[in-house]
């Protein structure tokens, strides 16, 4: 009898919080929106899917800067790029009514451990505040050298390679290998990858090619089943159990979480032990010997443990490597498709290099190529949403005003408590009625007069140029400072000495958390590869002309 109970209780929970979601009312309901396809998976797997950009472009179109859709089970999620909006959900009530969705803090965890994109609440700002004096400007000009000897030793490589004449080159694998020696050297004065040869590319950019498909295909799984098993039990409990489940995607993300962890826990030890020997602390310009300073001189609870220092290497690693390889890589498209841009960009940096690597200073102050990196980051950020959660019931105020199913209109929107709410950070950059009917274009010359009007008006809440693209407020990339010298000086050196062409392929950005260019096969009509590539053609500049 007991288990017949246990059994019925099993079953008719669930189907009562499916039939809830599916027949219940919700304040969401009058907002415009498309039909549900199907009352199992709604838009799921267009809003998440590979293609889902297409989806987030119909949805801007249509319905304007806030809507509606429903996905998994009838579920009714908000959707919207309204300025106002933004800034309540992510700077004036972020933390308070609302937050990360559970499945992107969940999944950072296991992936990257409990760092500052794994925690929420207290920890998060501890560690918001220890990493920000390591993101500084006047650490960022003392990291330039670390940048340019890199940088230039990429440029020997593709020299070498190119020096008895055009060849095929996959940009984006150069471009991955080149982001994590950056960040190796710049972030913990260690060396991962030499840069001499296809050859000796260093695991940790395998691990990285893998993990974009396998977040992509496992966003159900992350969504709605890991958040809710991830607490259970004991970490000693949940880490025996995970060996043995026979989910080969599940395994796969272990496998690179594993690896992920033991290589920075290996470089933190190493360092540690350099000190021991040599009697003294963690010395050096590199962010995890400046964290580490900044950390003994903490109060004891500001201080961050061992292992959440371990986890922001993990995080850093990831972060630096993934997103600028994939900006790097759109932009050497964009220029290999505009060569009168790249052109015009060579002449600039001619003209500033002529006495060797610039400062600082100058090389962020080169009009047309912050214009280029500006442009590129506007139109085509490498993560385009964000999903946020309702933590109570909360009115959401607007900057536009929504016209409802019913012909109501509403300056406002209720939303009950467990709300998700899909942010399109691509649709705010490209939002034609403030950056004009020409939004959806790579004009890098509009960066180059005053904005318009109605953008700075606007308040975009984002942390840089009135774009959304890293983000907003208490979550926003504490790194982006970094990103954009990165950009700048591998940039700078490689169209000095390169033109870049297309390769007569064609190239597909996959809308995964964060896109990826993918090869696709002329002859089948479909991806040539689950994994990331870009082929440019790369020749030496002519220097005789």
């Not at 993101?135 to 000009?141: E, N, V, Y």
């Not at 050297?185 to 940790?204: I, K, M, R, V």
């Not at 030890?269 to 003994?296: F, Q």
């Not at 490498?382 to 199913?405: F, G, M, Q, W």
Request: aromatic share 10%.
């Amino acid at each position: 009898m007991l288990t017949q109970v246990a059994l019925a209780v099993v079953f008719l929970v669930p189907l009562y919080f499916i039939l809830k979601r599916v027949l219940w009312p919700h304040p969401l309901d009058k907002l415009p929106g498309p039909k549900s396809p199907s009352w199992w998976n709604g838009h799921f797997d267009e809003i998440f899917g590979i293609k889902g950009l297409d989806f987030h472009f119909m949805m801007a179109q249509r319905y304007g800067p806030t809507s509606s859709f429903r996905t998994v089970y009838g579920e009714r999620q908000l959707y919207t790029f309204d300025p106002k909006a933004m800034h309540h959900i992510l700077v004036k009530d972020q933390g308070t009514l609302f937050e990360e969705a559970p499945s992107f803090v969940a999944t950072n965890k296991l992936m990257f451990g409990g760092g500052v994109l794994g925690t929420l609440g207290e920890p998060h700002r501890r560690q918001r505040k220890m990493l920000n004096p390591v993101f500084s400007i006047a650490h960022m000009r003392e990291m330039v050298p670390i940048f340019y000897e890199v940088t230039h030793r990429l440029r020997k490589t593709l020299t070498a390679k190119v020096q008895d004449g055009p060849q095929e080159i996959d940009m984006l694998a150069w471009m991955g290998r080149t982001a994590l020696e950056l960040i190796g050297q710049s972030g913990f004065g260690y060396s991962f990858d030499e840069l001499a040869d296809e050859n000796h590319a260093h695991p940790y950019v395998k691990a990285m090619k893998g993990m974009a498909p396998l977040f992509s295909r496992a966003h159900f799984a992350r969504t709605y089943i890991l958040p809710y098993i991830s607490n259970i039990g004991t970490p000693a409990m949940r880490s025996f159990i995970a060996r043995f489940l026979p989910w080969k995607d599940f395994q796969e993300g272990k496998g690179m979480a594993d690896y992920m962890w033991a290589l920075s826990k290996e470089i933190y030890e190493e360092k540690k032990s350099a000190a021991n020997r040599l009697g003294k602390e963690l010395s050096g310009k590199d962010i995890l010997s400046v964290l580490v300073a900044e950390n003994g001189k903490a109060s004891e609870e500001d201080r961050l443990k061992d292992d959440e220092l371990t986890a922001q290497m993990s995080t850093l690693i990831f972060a630096a490597m993934d997103t600028t390889s994939s900006a790097l890589s759109r932009i050497l498209l964009l220029l290999a498709s505009h060569p009168e841009v790249q052109a015009k960009l060579r002449e600039e940096l001619n003209d500033a290099f002529q006495d060797g690597d610039i400062p600082y200073d100058q090389l962020v102050s080169l009009p047309y190529l912050d214009a280029i990196a500006r442009e590129t980051l506007r139109v085509y950020p490498p993560v385009h949403r964000l999903l946020r959660t309702t933590l109570k019931d909360a009115i959401l105020p607007l900057s536009n005003p929504v016209t409802c199913t019913d012909g109501t209109v509403v300056n406002e929107i209720a939303l009950p408590r467990n709300t998700d709410i899909f942010i399109s950070l691509v649709n705010s950059n490209r939002n034609k009625a403030l950056w004009g009917d020409d939004a959806d274009e790579w004009k890098p010359e509009r960066w180059l007069s005053p904005l318009p009007k109605d953008v700075v008006d606007a308040k975009i809440p984002g942390v840089y140029s009135h774009l959304m693209t890293f983000n907003a407020g208490g979550r926003s990339c504490i790194g982006f400072k970094f990103s954009q010298l990165e950009m700048k000086v591998v940039l700078s050196l490689l169209i000095q000495s390169f033109e870049f062409s297309d390769a007569g392929k064609e190239i597909f950005w996959r809308s995964t958390g964060v896109t990826s260019p993918v090869v696709v096969d002329s002859k089948l009509g479909d991806l040539a590869s689950d994994l990331p590539g870009m082929p440019l053609i790369v020749k030496l500049v002519d220097r005789n002309l």
